[in-house]
């Protein structure tokens, strides 16, 4: 069969891939800042990246022959790829609750967007922040709002022992800390 003639898939399945989906029913819970890096990330695709590669793309195909041009099916592909982007970013961002944890400022109890200092029942004291699905960023000590350990800490306060429950075992935690930024002044 020609490859002209094959459908390429256009990966349209694959719209929910870059980051967990959400929970049947569940809120998109994002902070201020992490909604605001979205949208740059999506303006930034329609404005900037996606018309640089159309560009590239329309002048590839003009220089003929495409089977073999690697512009051209490069430039595609990476088309694709954004367009992709843009669809996820745009209904993640539909469906997105800005929620600011300044609002609770000063308190001791634990909610979204609280950075809580915890110790495990084996002496180790850990520093997480309670963010967004479509923000956290495990590798700077962020965790999703709906991840185990958030999920264990949510509503608890400093000085509160709770069992966290992990596959191999059951783990007693302490809460040492609670803090969230401060409010901004406008």
């Known amino acids: ?15 929910d891939l870059s980051l967990p989906p959400l929970p049947v029913g569940a809120k998109n819970y994002i902070t201020p800042q992490g909604f605001a890096t979205l949208r740059d990330e999506l303006l930034t695709l329609i404005d900037k990246e996606r018309p640089q ?17 690697g512009d051209y099916l490069y430039g595609k592909k990476r088309l694709r790829e954004i367009d992709r982007r843009i669809r996820f970013l745009g209904k993640r961002l539909e469906i997105a609750e800005v929620t600011d944890p300044a609002v609770h400022y000063g308190q001791d109890q634990v909610f979204f967007g609280a950075t809580v ?36 800490l949510l509503k608890s306060r400093v000085g509160d022992e709770l069992q966290l429950r992990m596959p191999e075992r059951v783990c007693t935690i302490e809460v040492l800390a609670v803090q969230y930024p401060a409010p901004r002044k406008d």
């Open 117 to 152: 200092t915890y110790v495990d029942d084996q002496d180790m004291t850990r520093t997480i922040t309670i963010k967004g699905i479509d923000e956290a960023d495990s590798s700077t000590g962020e965790v999703s709002w709906i991840s185990p350990i958030a999920r264990t």
């Open 1 to 15: 069969m020609s490859k002209a003639f094959s459908k390429e898939s256009d990966g349209a399945d694959d719209d």
């Open 53 to 69: 590669v159309v560009d590239v793309v329309h002048w590839a195909a003009s220089n003929g022959d495409r089977s073999e041009n």
